[in-house]
């Protein structure tokens, strides 16, 4: 356990009613969820759920059984969240774009300016769009492995592949993500 991490003590507070640090540890881990929204939703999902109303949904049935979370290591909050973001894509929930929104927590601070933002802002986006244009075997291994942090074995077990299979797959799937990246970059120069 690493209980010096921002996430470990986040969870500490949260646990013991402190509403702040609730919505600081939600508001922590919003920009790679929703890359990992994104990413899960796939084409034909894409044009019915807004992946803002995906994450939402999955922030209240996380507030909800907060109490079953437990810390195991700092990626154990990401996998959790990971989880139930799988659960409620998996129901389809249409229906979320009609319902009243409530804003997605955000950090009360941010540690850079508006330029960095920005640019953060476009990696992101380009990110995104190199995982939208992947295969489905190497978005899906690329996902458990680096968006929530799975290690081979657990990856393979997800995959119904062996841990070595996983290896292999992620290596090829990093080559590919890579060339998208640079066809991205040289369409935006």
């Not at 994104?38 to 044009?47: I, P």
């Not at 941010?110 to 190199?130: C, H, I, K, N, Q």
Request: aromatic share 8%; charged share 35%; hydrophobic share 40%.
């Amino acid at each position: 356990m690493e209980p010096e991490s921002i996430t470990w003590r986040l969870w500490r507070r949260a646990r013991s009613g402190d509403a702040e640090a609730f919505d600081e540890l939600f508001g922590l881990h919003t920009e790679r969820l929703l890359v990992f929204v994104r990413a899960r939703l796939g084409g034909a999902l894409r044009e019915k759920l807004d992946p803002e109303d995906v994450l939402q949904e999955a922030y209240l049935a996380a507030v909800r059984r907060f109490d079953e979370f437990e810390y195991s290591d700092d990626g154990a909050f990401i996998r959790w969240m990971c989880r139930i973001i799988e659960n409620r894509l998996r129901d389809g929930h249409d229906h979320f774009r009609a319902q009243k929104r409530q804003a997605v927590p955000v950090p009360k601070s941010f540690p850079t300016g508006p330029v960095s933002a920005l640019v953060r802002a476009e990696d992101r986006r380009r990110l995104e769009e190199a995982l939208s244009r992947l295969g489905d075997e190497h978005r899906a291994v690329l996902l458990l492995r680096y968006f929530e942090g799975l290690d081979s074995e657990q990856a393979g077990q997800r995959m119904g592949r062996s841990a070595g299979a996983i290896r292999n797959l992620a290596a090829r799937a990093l080559v590919e993500l890579g060339k998208q990246l640079r066809t991205s970059e040289d369409c935006s120069s």
